[in-house]
């Protein structure tokens, strides 16, 4: 018979990983019929190490999942550099590191109770992900690299403020004159797009600038690609934009093709605003502005504050927010006096 994980009795008796643990050491807080169920689960089940036993023994390595597309990550610098800074961190601690890209999100908490992994560090999670809901429920420690609305309270968490970031670069934009200011965003699935989208139309909304819809191009799978088309999109407009606030920087790199394909010279024609602050930036022509944020620092901040919540027993139920800085380079300058008539 296939050895079974504690994974698989809690799915088979219906019931959390939490639920069965407790069943297994002995606990008397389960109804009798739920211990029956879970019994009846654990035929063919050999436990590697109990909750309590977990308590007490350390593996020295955390997990760290990537809850996105595998080649989203792997062409994302944001993702790399915050995996640089957990690795760092970890193994000035004397941890390593297990990896995991993927949006398959079962199975994630047996590698906690088989005793792989003493905790986790997130990164990607959509808001509709129930990751995090089945991580607190099963008592598994983790810390998210990001936000995830509805539960700032209750989980642990380093983030930047996407909302002031993008209010502070849409209002740079602002001041410099333009009026017409279109935004490509990603997928409002995650925290960051959403939360980025706010942050620009509160600019818009306090500088008394009305916002267009069809100023607001928003992508389910943003591709370097299909930011060329968007930014195409608002191009074609009449009035068309003065001005464009990219997701990232890669999808800045689409805009400024989409502009040179269009005829339109930046930043004289067109002013363009990256995020992120990736290496290419700084290369490109003319050299982006772009809003800087500690990648590196956020992954190593994550692994720092997990580890201290392992060796204290508890994690701190926190969001911690990290600085961004706007790079201000060649990409932006005043609109064409004409365009604002």
Known sequence: MQKKTIYDVAKEAGVSIS???????GSTKVK???????????????????AREIQSKRTKTIGVLINHRPEYFFLNETY???????????????????????????????????????????????????????????NVPFVLVGSFHGDEERVCQVDINDRKALYNATNYLIGLGHQRIGIIIGSLEYASCSDRLFGYRQAMENARLPVQEE?????ENLTERKAEQLAKTLFYQ??????????????????????????LEIPSQLSVLGFDDTTVAAYMSPPLTSVWQPSYDKGERAVRLLIEGLEKGSLPQKREELNCIIMYRDSCAAPPAESQL
């Open 215 to 219: 100023w607001v191009q928003i992508c």
């Open 80 to 138: 790399t550099n915050a995996l640089l800074g957990t690795s760092v961190a970890a193994k000035e601690n004397g941890y390593r590191l297990l990896l995991d890209i993927s949006e398959d999100e079962g199975g994630i908490s047996s590698l906690f109770y088989e005793q792989k992994v003493d905790g986790f560090i997130l990164m990607g999670v959509k808001q509709s992900s129930s990751l995090l809901n089945m991580l607190k429920k099963d």
């Open 19 to 25: 639920t069965v643990s407790r069943v297994i050491n």
């Open 238 to 263: 009449n009035p068309r934009v003065t001005a464009v606030v990219a997701f990232n920087d890669s999808t800045a790199l689409a805009v400024y093709k989409a502009a040179k394909d269009c005829g």
């Open 32 to 50: 009798d019929s739920t211990r029956k169920r879970v019994e009846a689960a654990c035929v063919g089940y050999r436990p590697v190490a109990s």
